[in-house]
């Protein structure tokens, strides 16, 4: 089993900045896709910003110059700087990854448990 713990939300003023940490742990062989998603209320879930594999990062337009992700591969740990918050910026957000087990079985996709980031106006 894989677990992804979260770490880092809370509630800041507009115009703040918040850094999000998501550290995978369990039987890890690989990781490929590593990001962010979230979910405001009464919204759907979505895609924030991820990087797949070793590649480029992408971001969903709504952060695009906002928010920085970055991987570290040696601690299967994902981030997620957040500079210029808005209020629209408030959501619960989701880490996700896609792990391999071990080197005959394919990715398995898993999600965090949550954090939540509150932006007042």
């Known amino acids: 089993q894989v677990q992804l713990v979260e770490s880092g939300g809370g509630l800041v003023q507009a115009g703040g900045s918040l850094r999000l940490s998501c550290a995978a742990s369990g039987s890890i062989f690989s990781i490929n896709a590593m990001g962010w998603y979230r979910q405001a209320p009464g919204k759907q879930r979505e895609l924030v910003a991820v990087?797949?594999?070793?590649?480029?990062?992408k971001y969903a337009d709504s952060v695009k110059g906002r928010f920085t992700i970055s991987r570290d591969y040696d601690k299967n740990t994902v981030y997620l700087q957040m500079n210029s918050l808005k209020p629209e910026d408030t959501a619960v957000y989701y880490c996700?990854?896609?792990?391999?087990?071990?080197?005959?079985?394919?990715?398995?996709?898993?999600w965090g448990q949550g954090t939540q980031v509150t932006v007042s106006s």
């Open positions: 996700n990854a896609d792990v391999r087990s071990d080197r005959y079985n394919d990715y398995v996709n898993y």
């Open positions: 990087i797949i594999g070793d590649g480029r990062p």
